[in-house]
T-cell receptor
Framework: SQQGEEDPQALSIQEGENATMNCSYK?????LQWYRQNSGRGLVHLIL?????REKHSGRLRVTLDTSKKSSSLLITASRAADTASYFCAPWREGGSEKLVFGKGTKLTVNP | DAGVIQSPRHEVTEMGQEVTLRCKPISGHNSLFWYRQTMMRGLELLIY????????DSGMPEDRFSAKMPNASFSTLKIQPSEPRDSAVYFC????????????FGQGTRLTVV
């Protein structure tokens, strides 16, 4: 299966704390993308990390990729109540497939 | 660009009726995806198009579902006849296939079949 599997399924933290979400996948990839979904809205792209990259930063987001373990993590530092959302990873497979498949996501709740 | 535009935003219909969901992708994008999201099954990929051609429809649940993309700026997802278990939020997304980069999602259509 091409989809990633996010872990944990749910995460509840206090504002100001860091939140770490993990993604595991099974196939070789070109890149891996992380998306956020606020309740009742469409997914929004957060960050993309290519298979030859190990770490990438964007604002309060830090993504790591370990292709040997077929895993990625998303760290949100100094979380805010507005970060409350579901987070999804999407591995994009080698071989020209443009299929974009998502797992169940991690539901993050940041309590004020 | 206004982003991916889906219509209607909400649809309530009676069991057995035909339902048509519409999507306008971002201009210049050549990949289009249809997804269905429910609490039980999560976000399922139903079908995706590349250059208006259906590439993979393995996620379409059954023959009651059909999708078309007559041109680069318009796609439809049709359910005929609709059933209560089709109730879900349906999302359309588009991307530029050659760059293998981000997909842009519409706001979704919340379908309720009673």
């Amino acid at each position: 299966s091409q989809q990633g599997e996010e872990d944990p399924q749910a995460l509840s933290i206090q504002e100001g704390e860091n939140a770490t979400m993990n993604c595991s996948y099974k196939t070789s990839i070109n890149n891996l993308q992380w998306y956020r979904q606020n309740s009742g809205r469409g997914l929004v792209h957060l960050i993309l990390i290519r298979s030859n990259e190990r770490e990438k930063h964007s604002g309060r987001l830090r993504v790591t990729l370990d292709t040997s373990k077929k895993s990625s993590s998303l760290l949100i530092t100094a979380s805010r109540a507005a970060d409350t959302a579901s987070y999804f990873c999407a591995p994009w497979r080698e071989g020209g497939s443009e299929k974009l498949v998502f797992g169940k996501g991690t539901k993050l709740t940041v309590n004020p | 660009d206004a982003g991916v535009i889906q219509s209607p935003r909400h649809e309530v219909t009676e069991m057995g009726q035909e339902v048509t969901l519409r999507c306008k992708p971002i201009s210049g994008h050549n990949s289009l995806f249809w997804y269905r999201q429910t609490m039980m099954r999560g976000l399922e990929l139903l079908i995706y198009f590349n250059n208006n051609v259906p590439i993979d429809d393995s996620g379409m649940p059954e023959d009651r579902f059909s999708a078309k993309m007559p041109n680069a700026s318009f796609s439809t997802l049709k359910i005929q006849p609709s059933e209560p278990r089709d109730s879900a939020v349906y999302f359309c997304a588009s991307s530029l296939a050659e760059t293998n980069t981000e997909a842009f999602f519409g706001q979704g259509t919340r379908l309720t079949v009673v």
